[in-house]
């Protein structure tokens, strides 16, 4: 599921490079799930990190049949932001899917 979960990821940003015109994500490699997406060096501005979760919210239930919310009080509480990378972002997502969504403060 993992792959699955990061090409998702990596296809939504690619279509996120051509709506904003951020060649920052346009150069992403199909499997870095090391990228950094938002923080100190990340790829995103804050409103392209808002459309990529409107997006793969759509996608993950087109995809999965599941409905998921990725920015809301358990992600915003976490010590570490499952938004910092691809592989973060797509470890949270997996445990939305799964059921498995704890905090890890």
């Not at 993992?2 to 490079?17: D, M, P, R, T």
């Not at 920015?71 to 972002?89: C, G, H, I, W, Y």
Request: aromatic share 6%.
């Amino acid at each position: 599921m993992k792959n699955k979960v990061i090409s998702i990821i990596i296809e939504a940003l690619k279509e996120l490079a051509a709506d904003f015109g951020n060649d920052n994500i346009e150069n992403i490699a199909d499997t870095d799930g090391e990228t950094i997406l938002y923080g100190m060096d990340g790829i995103l501005e804050s409103i392209e990190l808002v459309s990529l979760f409107a997006d793969l919210e759509e996608i993950i239930f087109d995809e999965f049949g599941r409905d998921i919310t990725l920015a809301d009080e358990k992600a915003m509480s976490q010590n570490n932001s499952p938004f910092r990378t691809v592989n973060s972002l797509s470890d949270y997502i997996e445990s939305l899917l799964t059921g498995d969504a704890g905090d890890d403060r």
